[in-house]
C-alpha cells in the first residue's frame, strides 16, 4: 500500500480514469468480450493490474500473466477469462484451457488431486 502522502503531486489513476487511453479502453472491452465479471467484487483491481501489466509488457506470456495477477485474487475464480482477457487486449490469441486439465487447488492451497 503507499500512503497518500507519499505521493506528492504524482499523478494517480483510479479505475474510473482506466478506459481513458488506448491500452485501459482495450482491456476493458476484452474483459466485457469474454464475459470474465461474475460478482464484479475483485474487477476493479484486475482491470488496474491487467493495465499495469500490459502498459510494461506489452505481449506478455501466461507465466507473466500468471505471475503478475498472483495479488489478485477472484472469488467466482474467473482465472481462465481473465488470462484470456489480458491475452485478447495484448493483441494475442486468447484461448482458454481446459480448465479440467488443471489441478485442483483446496483453499489452503494444496493440490487435491
Known amino acids: 500500500m503507499t500512503p497518500i502522502n507519499s505521493v ?3 499523478a494517480i489513476t483510479t479505475i474510473e480514469g482506466v478506459a481513458m487511453n488506448e491500452l485501459g479502453k482495450r482491456v476493458a472491452d476484452a ?7 461474475q460478482c464484479g467484487y475483485c474487477q476493479a483491481g ?3 493490474s491487467a493495465t499495469a501489466l500490459l ?3 506489452p505481449k506478455p506470456t501466461p507465466d507473466d500473466i500468471d505471475g503478475w ?14 488470462r484470456a482477457a489480458i491475452r485478447k487486449a495484448a493483441g494475442l490469441p486468447a484461448e482458454m484451457a481446459d480448465a479440467s ?3 485442483a ?4 492451497g494444496e493440490q487435491l488431486a
Open 31 to 37: 474483459w466485457t468480450a469474454l464475459d470474465v465479471p
Open 105 to 108: 487447488i483446496g483453499v489452503s
Open 46 to 48: 484486475q482491470i488496474m
Open 101 to 103: 486439465a488443471l489441478p
Open 55 to 57: 502498459k510494461q509488457n
Open 8 to 10: 506528492g503531486d504524482a
Open 69 to 82: 495477477m498472483s495479488g489478485n485474487i477472484c472469488r467466482c475464480a474467473t482465472y481462465l477469462r481473465i
